[in-house]
């Protein structure tokens, strides 16, 4: 059996967090352990309860409709990307309602886009054919999915144009790690909001395990306990969670630092090894926990960023700080130690994608009354990133005086500064 959050489950999860921000990742991450929590504490219930055997008189024409609905919920879901759309709406609003507004109040109709999607379904509905009829291996999605990949990287589709744009989306440069594990900081007012989807969660996850139970079962000749099966899904569940803020406590002290780069194609993102490093304007990028246990790792990152000021002569410095948590005093203050001995020696500090605790913060301590509010960017607009705003910011405080190599490379980057955009 698999334990985990199948098609179906994901549709309830999303829709579960669909009242937090989109782009505060943590608050997501802290939320998915609360209703994982949730979940198992009423799977339990159940079997305590002894309900488990209520689940037998559910039918198996039920769980085929639902798992029937979740498909359709699927494929309406892909219909703006198949039309090479941006979906409007938001995920509080009814799936049909958001697809309504992005066929009759979205952007035109993308035909290259729309091509790959029709090809897509037509070469997946054939190799099935095949596969069935030779009893192959049921590999015939992804190779559907290779072949029409490289076809469009082949034609040119995916390739970024002289402004950075593609004939076709697509995903782009993923992160190169997963989140930084971290003690998560439990809200109790989202219990409210999450306890309808919880339940749901709990008795959608028992009735898929309990019909692959039941189908096992039939196959073995063994006897099949509703309540011990209910039970198993509980613990699994409060099993998991403890033992992953056991297994990664000790990391969650551990604070990341990325240097980001302007690409050729405009493009602010993660530095790789075979880029060349940039000169004029120094961009870093902060994610993890910013309380008193990361403060000598933050001086190791500093003094790190300061050696490297030096050794090429950079004048302009962007700090990313979206992705950092829990901001403290001590971390706070060895920030303004940086600051005010950068400012001494003639370097320019912007703190970009400032959340609102990080403010408050910064408010408390008074930087304004000695650092010029402009070199403060705060995550105000999700829309507009406050880190472009802070690099182009930084460029247009650089004028001509830009001598860097990689951005000499750039075919005139001055004159595009207002093209970047930002993918991280």
């Given amino acids: 059996?698999?334990?985990?959050?199948?098609?179906?489950?994901?549709?309830?999860?999303?829709?579960?967090?669909?009242?937090?921000?989109?782009?505060?990742?943590?608050?997501?991450?802290?939320?998915?352990?609360?209703?994982?929590?949730?979940?198992?504490?009423?799977?339990?219930?159940?079997?305590?309860?002894?309900?488990?055997d209520l689940t037998r008189y559910i039918s198996e024409s039920v769980i085929l409709g639902f798992m029937a609905g979740a498909a359709v919920r699927l494929a309406i879901g892909q219909i703006g990307n198949a039309l090479g759309v941006h979906e409007k709406g938001t995920g509080n609003q009814h799936v049909l309602y958001r697809l309504w507004l992005t066929l009759v109040h979205g952007d035109p109709f993308n035909l290259k886009a729309l091509t790959i999607s029709a090809v897509t379904i037509?070469?997946?509905?054939?190799?099935?054919?095949?596969?069935?009829?030779?009893?192959?291996?049921?590999?015939?999605?992804?190779?559907?999915?290779?072949?029409?990949?490289?076809?469009?990287?082949?034609?040119?589709?995916?390739?970024?144009?002289?402004?950075?744009?593609?004939a076709v989306a697509v995903i782009g440069a993923l992160k190169a790690s997963l989140p930084q594990p971290h003690i998560p900081e439990?809200?109790?007012?989202?219990?409210?909001?999450?306890?309808?989807?919880?339940v749901a969660i709990a008795f959608l996850g028992l009735l898929e395990a309990l019909s692959i139970a039941k189908s096992i079962a039939h196959h073995t000749r063994q006897p099949l306990d509703y309540n011990r099966q209910c039970l198993a899904e509980g613990v699994a569940n409060l099993i998991g969670v403890t033992l992953s803020i056991l297994l990664f406590v000790p990391r969650a002290a551990k604070l990341k630092a990325t240097e980001l780069i302007t690409s050729p194609e405009g493009v602010v993102r993660e530095r790789l090894t075979s880029d060349t490093q940039c000169t004029a304007?120094?961009?870093?990028?902060?994610?993890?926990?910013?309380?008193?246990?990361?403060?000598?790792?933050?001086?190791?990152?500093?003094?790190?960023?300061?050696?490297?000021?030096?050794?090429?002569?950079?004048?302009?410095?962007?700090?990313?700080?979206?992705?950092?948590?829990?901001?403290?005093?001590?971390?706070?203050?060895?920030?303004?130690?940086?600051?005010?001995?950068?400012?001494?020696?003639?370097?320019?500090?912007?703190l970009a994608g400032l959340r609102p605790e990080f403010l408050t913060a910064i408010d408390n301590l008074r930087f304004t009354d000695w650092y010029p509010a402009a070199y403060f960017f705060a995550e105000e607009d999700e829309r507009y990133s406050a880190t472009l705003r802070a690099v182009r910011h930084a460029y247009a405080l650089l004028g001509d005086e830009n001598s860097c190599q990689h951005c000499a490379g750039q075919s005139r980057l001055d004159r595009k500064v207002g093209n970047l955009y930002y993918l991280v």
């Fill in 1 to 52: 059996m698999i334990n985990g959050p199948t098609s179906a489950i994901s549709l309830v999860v999303f829709s579960a967090l669909a009242f937090l921000d989109p782009n505060a990742s943590s608050d997501i991450y802290e939320a998915m352990f609360l209703l994982g929590v949730m979940v198992g504490i009423i799977q339990i219930g159940i079997a305590v309860f002894k309900l488990g």
């Fill in 122 to 166: 037509l070469l997946a509905v054939l190799l099935r054919k095949v596969v069935r009829r030779y009893r192959l291996p049921q590999l015939d999605m992804f190779v559907a999915l290779l072949a029409i990949a490289a076809s469009a990287y082949l034609a040119g589709w995916s390739l970024p144009d002289d402004n950075g744009k593609t």
């Fill in 186 to 198: 439990i809200h109790w007012n989202w219990v409210a909001h999450l306890s309808s989807s919880a």
């Fill in 281 to 350: 304007v120094v961009v870093w990028d902060f994610e993890g926990e910013f309380f008193f246990g990361a403060a000598p790792e933050l001086d190791r990152y500093f003094d790190a960023l300061k050696q490297r000021v030096q050794l090429f002569g950079s004048r302009y410095v962007v700090l990313r700080f979206k992705r950092v948590r829990n901001p403290d005093v001590v971390c706070i203050e060895r920030l303004e130690h940086f600051l005010r001995e950068t400012q001494q020696g003639g370097l320019t500090v912007l």
